[in-house]
C-alpha cells in the first residue's frame, strides 16, 4: 500500500513556499533584515543542537566557531581578495578542522568538566580576537567587507547580493542546505548512536558503540555549520568586531536551544525567532534582556521540559489521540 505524505511533510513545503514569498510581500527592508538575521541564528542553533540536543553534549564555546568562520573569511576576502564562494568553503572546513583539535581532547572529559572545557576555548578564542590586532585589528574590527561576489547569469546580467532581498534567498537556501544535513544524519544510524549516547553513555558503550568517536564526527559537524552561519554573518553585516562572538552569546545560543527545544529540528527554528525576532520588540526593555531570558528559561523549564517545539508537538499529539480515540 503506498503510503502518503504525513501532515508534516505538508507543514513543511508550506512553510518553504510562504517564505520564498515573504520578500514580494513586505516592502520594508527592515523587516527583510530580521528574517535574514534569523536565518543565520537558525543555522547557527542547528548546528549547536546537533551536538548539544542529541549527542547530549554541552558546548559553551559555539560562539567561537561562529567567529572563527567570520573572520576567516573577511580576512581570506579583505587580505588575499579570494572570492567568497571560495572563502566560504575554506572557512567552513577550518572551523571544523579547529572543531575537531579542540574536540579529540576536551570530548575526553564529561559533563560539567566538558563545559568547562569548552568555555576555556571560547575565552582563549576571544583573547585572540582582541589581542592579535596585526590580523584581526582588535577591538576595532574588519571593516568592508564585501558581499557574496555576484553570480552570472546567462540570459541575464547577474545576482548582486548588495540587495538585501537577494541576500534573504541567499540565506534561505542556506537553511535548507543545514536542515537537509541534520535531517539525514539524524535519521540515519548515527544519528540513532547520537541519541543512544546522550542518554546513556555507558550503556552506548556497552553495546558497542564507539562514543568518542561518534562525539567528536558532533562536534567536528557542529563547528563547520557554525562556519558556515559566521561567513554568512561576515558578508552581510559587512563588518565583524570580537564583541560579537564572546562566551556570553555561546550562553545566549544555548539559552536558545534550550527555550526553542533541544534534540528537534523546530526548536533551533523557535529559538532563533525569539532570540532575534523577540528582541526587537523590547528595545525598550534592552537593559533587562537577560533577565527576560532568564525567566523563559526557568517557566519553560518547569512547564515545558522539552522546550515550546516540544509543548506544541505534545499537544499536536494528544489533539490526534483525542480524534482517533
Given amino acids: ?16 513556499i510562504l517564505l520564498l514569498c515573504v520578500p514580494f510581500f513586505i516592502e520594508n527592508i527592515y523587516y527583510i533584515h530580521i528574517f535574514i538575521m534569523t536565518f543565520i541564528f537558525i543555522i ?37 581578495d579570494i572570492s567568497s564562494w571560495l572563502a566560504l568553503p575554506v572557512a567552513t572546513i577550518f ?34 580576537f582582541n589581542n592579535w590586532t596585526g590580523l584581526t585589528r582588535g577591538p576595532m574590527g574588519l571593516p568592508g567587507i564585501a558581499p557574496p561576489n555576484p553570480i552570472p547569469l546567462p540570459f541575464l546580467s547577474e545576482i548582486s547580493f ?31 548512536a ?11 558503550e556497552s553495546v558497542g558503540i564507539n562514543t568518542m568517536r561518534l562525539k567528536l564526527l558532533a562536534f567536528t559537524i557542529s563547528a563547520a555549520l557554525a562556519g558556515i552561519a ?18 556570553i552569546d555561546s550562553f545566549y545560543l544555548i539559552a536558545g536551544i534550550v527555550i526553542g527545544g533541544k534534540g528537534s529540528l523546530g526548536g533551533p527554528i523557535i529559538g532563533s525567532l525569539i532570540l532575534v525576532a523577540l528582541p526587537e520588540y523590547l528595545r525598550a526593555l534592552e537593559q533587562y534582556q537577560w533577565l527576560i531570558y532568564g525567566g523563559l ?29
Fill in 95 to 128: 572551523a571544523g578542522i579547529l572543531g575537531f583539535l579542540i574536540g579529540y581532547p576536551a570530548l575526553r572529559l564529561r559533563g560539567h568538566y566538558f563545559a568547562i572545557a569548552t568555555l576555556c576555548f571560547g575565552l582563549i578564542v576571544t583573547m585572540i
Fill in 162 to 192: 548588495f540587495s538585501k532581498r537577494n541576500f534573504y534567498y541567499l540565506a534561505f537556501a542556506f537553511v535548507l542546505f543545514t536542515v537537509y544535513v541534520n535531517y539525514r544524519l539524524i535519521n540515519s544510524r548515527i544519528g540513532m
Fill in 1 to 16: 500500500m503506498r503510503k502518503l505524505p504525513s501532515s508534516n511533510m505538508y507543514f513543511s513545503v508550506g512553510g518553504i
Fill in 44 to 80: 547557527l542553533l542547528l548546528s549547536l543542537n546537533l551536538v548539544a540536543g542529541y549527542a547530549g553534549q554541552v558546548s559553551v564555546c559555539h560562539a567561537a566557531f561562529y567567529g572563527v568562520g567570520a573572520y576567516t573569511s573577511a580576512l581570506l576576502t579583505l587580505q588575499l
Fill in 297 to 325: 528559561i526557568i517557566v519553560v523549564l518547569i512547564f515545558m521540559p522539552n522546550g515550546i517545539w516540544g509543548a506544541i508537538k505534545s499537544m499536536s499529539e494528544s489533539i490526534e489521540r483525542r480524534k482517533t480515540g
Fill in 230 to 247: 559566521g561567513t554568512l554573518y561576515a558578508h552581510y553585516v559587512r563588518f565583524i568586531s570580537p564583541e560579537s562572538f564572546t562566551f
Fill in 194 to 204: 547520537f541519541v543512544a549516547i546522550r542518554e546513556e553513555m555507558d550503556l552506548a
